[in-house]
């Protein structure tokens, strides 16, 4: 059976084994007995590794033929979207639940011919795409109350999306990966047209169109390299090839791998790849925004590390000079460029690219410490910015106005005190002020730099820091003390529902660094379990 790895770069290699020998009849009296339970046990292990997985798509196939139904009775399509969303956040709950309780319970293993992997840290990053993804159904319920074109495909796609998703932080092959990042890259370009007859978005769809298809295409050229270079695309394998060394082809493996890393930078908009961003951001609704800015960026980042962690670790001294660029760039340009900034979505952009630099620091430091660092920051980045966005979209929505710009808040605390100061509380953490757990977050990133030696890097994330505080107290300033702006809604009250939301997650701001020596642990552990597969 297959049992993992004990150490990142110890080249503890085991063959794939052959899922047709499980059907192929054994000598003797059990032969009967393996005929028939074979395929079954095989089932029941590719059901409950692949899960979640495979609930969504059944519940993809239950959604378009319920839609078929009644349509033909004459249901109303906002009504029949809405309660498509609403089907749609009760399975991804149900698939949240199935993944909390195979955290204890999942064997670490190949699954379907090694094309996907299956372990305790690939469970937990299913848990975490899978919570993103439900914020972002959650907030979409109001935007199609609102719009009454493509009510039917928004759901549907959507969920189409984060099954991709779901398939990609499992991946075990290049291709299997290539194939989760081309299908869900389709399912965005279609939901950026949402609003089709808005010029900024047919520009936003046509620039992620074109660069994502590029991106596609460096992916693929890369697999290919290193396929053509070592005759395998599984982790696994190209893992043992690297790490035992060989009569190999330097440039070829060393072209393919800067294709992907160039590829997966795209997807992560990362620098040198990150200028598509900000101008689709702003051309997608919001909950597609959204949509890139939690789930698509975290389910790609958690492949990425795992990729670099396990079938190219044995490259490790050409992808960490590529990674610590790519994060000194993501920290520069995404804080300057924010600093001129007015517009919220263009905003939203630049500060996530800014985020995404401390998130690769830990990448660049390349020790298990650096990683537990950088899952750590990764949980606490979807806490902040899941809460600053969920204010953010509730305003829009409860004004039925487009608020545009920074300037749009002006005077926000006069009329509502309680999201004034959820804001506030939101965008300190963000800065990094003590103490928030945005500053816990920022520290321990730190140190694991200034531990590996990579002093530039530290004194760059401490340079942007700073600089940060500049750009995100704009927002602090407009609302808190500039005069009243007519454009701000004059009522934003609160469900009980969302009301308790918004409270659990300003908690968790305040509570995490004060339980520190308890909630610490905790991190470590599922990074370390994140960290450790394939």
Not at 131 to 157: G, M, T, W
Not at 193 to 199: N, V
């Amino acid at each position: 059976m297959y049992t993992g790895y004990t150490d990142r770069r110890t080249p503890l290699y085991q063959p794939k084994e052959n899922l047709l020998l499980l059907f192929v009849p054994s000598s003797g009296s059990d032969t009967l007995f393996n005929l028939v339970a074979s395929p079954v046990l095989y089932g029941l292990e590719l059901l409950t590794a692949l899960l979640p997985e495979i609930t969504l798509m059944a519940m993809i196939v239950y959604l378009i033929k319920v839609v078929g139904i009644e349509l033909g009775r004459g249901r109303s399509k906002k009504v029949l979207a809405i309660e498509c969303l609403a089907a749609s956040q009760e399975a991804l709950i149900f698939i949240v639940l199935i993944c909390l309780i195979q955290v204890h319970s999942v064997e670490t293993a190949p699954v379907l011919a090694g094309y996907f992997f299956s372990a305790t840290g690939i469970t937990l990053s299913k848990l975490f795409v899978a919570v993103a993804s439900l914020f972002v159904v959650r907030i979409s319920k109001n935007f199609l109350r609102r719009n009454v074109r493509h009510l039917l495909e928004y759901p549907i796609i959507l969920l189409l999306a984060i099954v991709l998703l779901i398939c990609l932080v499992g991946a075990n092959n290049l291709m299997t990966m290539f194939l989760a990042i081309g299908g869900f890259s389709i399912s965005l370009y279609v939901l950026i047209l949402f609003d089709l007859y808005a010029r900024v978005t047919r520009e936003a769809a046509m620039k992620y169109f074109y660069l994502s298809a590029m991106s596609a295409g460096l992916i693929i050229f890369g697999t290919f390299l290193l396929y053509s270079s070592t005759g395998t695309a599984m982790f696994s394998d190209l893992r043992y090839v690297f790490l035992t060394g060989g009569n190999l082809n330097s440039v070829a493996i060393s072209t393919g791998l800067l294709f992907i890393l160039l590829g997966l930078f795209f997807k992560l908009s990362a620098f040198p790849a990150h200028l598509w961003a900000v101008e689709v951001y702003e051309g997608s609704p919001a909950p597609v925004m959204v949509f890139f800015l939690l789930p698509v960026k975290v389910a790609v980042l958690l492949v990425f590390v795992r990729l670099l962690n396990t079938a190219f670790i044995g490259l490790a001294e050409f992808w960490l000079p590529c990674v610590a660029v790519a994060c000194a760039g993501s920290l520069l340009w995404g804080a300057f460029a924010a600093v001129y900034e007015r517009k919220i979505s263009r905003f939203l952009g630049y500060a996530s690219i800014n985020q995404l630099g401390y998130l690769l620091m830990g990448v660049a430091c390349d020790t298990d410490e650096a990683l537990r660092s950088m899952y750590i920051y990764l949980v606490l980045y979807v806490l902040m910015s899941g809460g600053f966005l969920f204010v953010y979209i509730h305003v829009r929505r409860k004004g039925r106005l487009n608020l545009l710009y920074i300037a749009d808040f002006r005077g926000f605390a006069i009329q509502e005190r309680l999201l004034s100061w959820s804001l506030t509380i939101f965008l300190f953490s963000s800065i990094g002020i003590p103490p928030l757990v945005g500053f816990h977050a920022k520290y321990i990133v730190l140190v694991a730099a200034m531990q590996k030696e990579l002093f530039f890097l530290a004194a760059v994330g401490i340079g942007v820091g700073l600089l940060s505080a500049y750009y995100y107290l704009q927002f602090v300033v407009s609302f808190q003390f500039e005069e009243q702006n007519r454009v701000v809604p004059t009522r934003c009250l609160l469900s009980r529902r969302d009301r308790a939301a918004l409270t659990a997650a300003e908690a968790c701001l305040w509570v995490a660094p004060a339980l520190a020596p308890l909630a610490l642990p905790l991190f470590q552990m599922i990074a370390e379990a994140a960290s450790t597969t394939a």
